[in-house]
Nanobody
């Protein structure tokens, strides 16, 4: 089983930047797609960005041009650089990874990190 540890959330003013990190640990796994999702109270968790092992990326329309997802396969870590933050970006951000484990293809979620953008 893959465990995820997130870091980098916090409080920032509108227009500011934050960088989230998510490190995966475990044994006998191969990470595939990694991504970030976010959730606000009483709403469904939504996709922010994903990145495949080969580096192909996908972004929600609301963050295109402001957020950048990247990964370091040697460190089993995915990053989310968030620039030009807006109050509507306030949410709990969750890391998600899908990975190969034997003949299975499970996924893991991080514990979530709060991002608060003040106006």
């Amino acid at each position: 089983q893959v465990e995820l540890v997130e870091s980098g959330g916090g409080l920032v003013q509108a227009g500011g930047s934050l960088r989230l990190s998510c490190a995966a640990s475990g044994s006998s796994f191969t990470l595939d797609t990694m991504g970030w999702y976010r959730q606000v109270p009483e709403k469904r968790r939504e996709l922010v960005a994903t990145i495949t092992r080969g580096g192909n990326t996908n972004y929600a329309d609301s963050v295109k041009g402001r957020f950048t997802i990247s990964r370091d396969n040697a460190k089993n870590t995915v990053y989310l650089q968030m620039n030009s933050l807006k109050p509507e970006d306030t949410a709990v951000y969750y890391c998600n990874v899908r990975y190969l484990y034997g003949l299975t293809y499970p996924e893991s979620w991080g514990q979530g990190t709060q991002v608060t953008v003040s106006s």
